[in-house]
Each structure stands twice: as C-alpha cells, then as structure tokens.
C-alpha cells in the first residue's frame, strides 16, 4: 500500500510529510521513559527489521490477479507500544523510501500517516488494547491482532484514496476506486491478522512480559530477552534473504485497485501523470539515494540477486538505525529528567 509520486499533488504530498513531521514531533516528546529501556531498544531494531522483510513477501490472492503484503503497525505496536511501534515503521518506511525507492519521496509523509499514524497511534490503542486489557492469551490476541490489522488496513486504504483523489493528477474517480481499493485491503488485512496473531502468540509463549510490557507502557521487567531478540532478527534475516525469493509477482492491491480503475473509467492502463518541479526533484533525491531500486540491481531483470541482498541489507540497517533512534531519544529523556530533577 505504499504509494508512489505519481499519485500524489505537491500540495498533498507536502501536507501529509508536515503532518509526518508532526506526528513524529509529538511522539518523541510524549514518549515516556520506561518505553524506551533498555531492553526495548534492540526490540525497536529487530521488529523493524522483520517488518521491513516481511513487507518484501507478497502473497497472492485468489482469483483477483492481485497480491498484498502486510503493513506491519499492529505487530510492532503489539510488542512495542503505541510511540515505539510508530517511530520504528517510521525509520522503516524511509529506509524503504530512500535507499529502495520503495514509495514516493514525495508520498512519503502520506505512507507514514497511513502504515503508521493509523495502526500505531489510532488503531491500536482504540481496538487492539482494549481487546486484551482483561485478559493475554492466544485468544484475545488473535482476535485483536485479526481485528486490528484489519481495521487498520481499511482505513489506510480509504486514506489512500483521499489521498489520490484530493491530488488530482490520476483523473480516478473517488467512488470505483474506493469500491476496489477497500475491499480488497481487508481480505490483506485479514491475512495480515493472521500473520501477526501467529508472530505475537509466539512471542508471548516466550516472554510474556514484552507483550504485557507494550501494553502498560513500561520497561521489560528483569527477564532475559536475548532469545527474543535472536529469534525475531533471525526470523528477519530468513524472510529477507530466502523466503523473498517466493514472493508472488502479481501487482500488490494497490497497484491492481489503480490498474482497474483506469481500465473501467478509460479503457486503458494507468497513465503515471504529468510530471512537475517539484516531482522531478523528489525523483532526482531517490536516483542518487537508491542503490537497489525496486530491491533490484540495475541488470538483473531477473531479480534474483537482488531481492536477498535487499531484503538482508536493509533489515541490518533498520536494525541499527531503529535501535540508534530508540538510544538517542532516551538518553535525551534521561538527560532531560537529570536536570529537571537537579
């Protein structure tokens, strides 16, 4: 569900990288101590790395000639929390954007509202937490995680159609591509629930605490969570370097909700739309800042290099950028209650 520059106008581009901005400033500000441990810290660096990997996998759907992969938001706020599952998607999707060109530049700040604002900061704690308060077993989170990505994955999906129709450059009509767009969203969505109650279930039977932690806002008790974070990073390297191989071809669900839409509106494929200063410059930033665009090397058509040294590359950089970004922000905030409290 990232969208591309040719989706968005200057102006909504512009905007939702200023709300972006915004709702990063406010998180790290609101971010309370204890959610940064730590122990939370490497946690931050390897969910992220997982996610970045598990986003390269998609997964066809049946009998559409579309695929989806997940967005990952509430499998990162199930372990993290709220804040940290929104700052670490947020360093994910801009790893994904600059060094893979992976979504605009210019839709950047619209692909953070809708895979992190969204699931993060909305969704999880209006759904997700008050599923599980009572009550962590495998049953509430299932049903949470199901419920939650699902929701979440609608509702980013109906702001990415806002989103296209507002700019105005796609000539696609609100109502057709709102009729393609959603309902294909939530059987991703329900997938993407699966996928996640499976990796939290998992989790939990191992160390409880993180998910229990995540939930009240507070550091992992005095538990060890190497084996975690062994595991989930391994997990990540495993999904990034070999099961991307197996990722299905087919153009992902929102890539094919456009294709129809132009197809029943024009009887054509979908024209990339007129191009523009400001979407020149956004594209000259990604040519020079992208070494494997499209998680591929420049001649391999086959992508079959490409993909593993993608997928392995960036989850190693999201580990240490995620987890640097966690250290920093909390040595700030120690840094911050020294001299208040001095």
Same mark, same amino acid.
């Given at each position: 569900?990232?969208?591309?520059?040719?989706?968005?106008?200057?102006?909504?581009?512009?905007?939702?990288?200023?709300?972006?901005?915004?709702?990063?400033?406010?998180?790290?500000?609101?971010?309370?101590?204890? *959610?940064?441990?730590?122990?939370?810290?490497?946690?931050?660096?390897?969910?992220?790395?997982?996610?970045?990997?598990?986003?390269?996998?998609?997964?066809?759907?049946?009998?559409?000639?579309?695929?989806?992969?997940?967005?990952?938001?509430?499998?990162?706020?199930?372990?993290?929390?709220?804040?940290?599952?929104?700052?670490?998607?947020?360093?994910?999707?801009?790893?994904?954007?600059?060094?893979?060109?992976?979504?605009?530049?210019?839709?950047?700040?619209?692909?953070?509202?809708?895979?992190?604002?969204?699931?993060?900061?909305?969704?999880?704690?209006?759904?997700?937490?008050?599923?599980?308060?009572?009550?962590?077993?495998?049953?509430?989170?299932?049903?949470?995680?199901?419920?939650?990505?699902?929701?979440?994955?609608?509702?980013?999906?109906?702001?990415?159609?806002?989103?296209?129709?507002?700019?105005?450059?796609?000539?696609?009509?609100?109502?057709?591509?709102?009729?393609?767009?959603?309902?294909?969203?939530?059987?991703?969505?329900?997938?993407?629930?699966?996928?996640?109650?499976?990796?939290?279930?998992?989790?939990?039977?191992?160390?409880?605490?993180?998910?229990?932690?995540?939930?009240?806002?507070?550091?992992?008790?005095?538990?060890?969570?190497?084996?975690?974070?062994?595991?989930?990073?391994?997990?990540?390297?495993?999904?990034?370097?070999?099961?991307?191989?197996?990722?299905?071809?087919?153009?992902?669900?929102?890539?094919?909700?456009?294709?129809?839409?132009?197809?029943?509106?024009?009887?054509?494929?979908?024209?990339?739309?007129?191009?523009?200063?400001?979407?020149?410059?956004?594209?000259?930033?990604? *040519?020079?800042?992208?070494?494997?665009?499209?998680?591929?090397?420049?001649?391999?058509?086959?992508?079959?290099?490409?993909?593993?040294?993608?997928?392995?590359?960036?989850?190693?950089?999201?580990?240490?950028?995620?987890?640097?970004?966690?250290?920093?922000?909390?040595?700030?905030?120690?840094?911050?209650?020294?001299?208040?409290?001095?």
């Amino acid at each position: 569900m990232h969208m591309t520059d040719a989706l968005v106008s200057p102006a909504v581009g512009l905007t939702m990288a200023a709300v972006g901005v915004a709702a990063v400033g406010i998180s790290v500000v609101k971010i309370k101590k204890d *959610e940064l441990s730590e122990k939370k810290i490497p946690l931050m660096g390897v969910a992220g790395a997982l996610v970045f990997a598990a986003q390269m996998i998609n997964f066809t759907i049946p009998a559409t000639g579309s695929s989806g992969h997940i967005g990952g938001g509430i499998l990162l706020a199930g372990l993290l929390g709220g804040i940290p599952s929104f700052l670490s998607i947020t360093v994910v999707l801009t790893i994904q954007c600059l060094f893979f060109a992976d979504g605009g530049l210019l839709a950047l700040g619209c692909n953070i509202f809708n895979l992190g604002v969204i699931p993060c900061l909305l969704i999880y704690p209006l759904v997700f937490k008050p599923i599980i308060r009572r009550r962590i077993d495998n049953k509430s989170l299932s049903v949470a995680s199901v419920a939650s990505a699902a929701s979440a994955m609608v509702l980013g999906a109906f702001c990415v159609t806002a989103q296209t129709v507002l700019s105005g450059i796609s000539g696609l009509p609100f109502d057709i591509f709102a009729s393609l767009m959603l309902p294909i969203h939530l059987i991703i969505g329900l997938v993407e629930g699966i996928i996640t109650a499976a990796v939290l279930c998992f989790i939990h039977k191992m160390r409880p605490e993180i998910i229990e932690s995540a939930l009240k806002g507070e550091r992992v008790g005095g538990v060890p969570v190497k084996n975690v974070i062994v595991a989930v990073f391994s997990l990540a390297l495993i999904t990034g370097g070999a099961l991307v191989l197996f990722a299905s071809a087919k153009p992902d669900g929102l890539e094919w909700a456009v294709g129809k839409t132009a197809e029943r509106v024009y009887g054509r494929e979908f024209d990339a739309g007129p191009e523009g200063e400001i979407h020149n410059a956004a594209a000259g930033v990604q *040519e020079r800042t992208a070494f494997l665009p499209d998680y591929a090397f420049v001649n391999d058509s086959e992508n079959a290099a490409g993909k593993p040294v993608a997928g392995i590359t960036g989850a190693v950089a999201i580990f240490v950028t995620a987890g640097a970004a966690g250290l920093v922000i909390s040595k700030i905030k120690k840094s911050k209650k020294a001299v208040s409290d001095g």
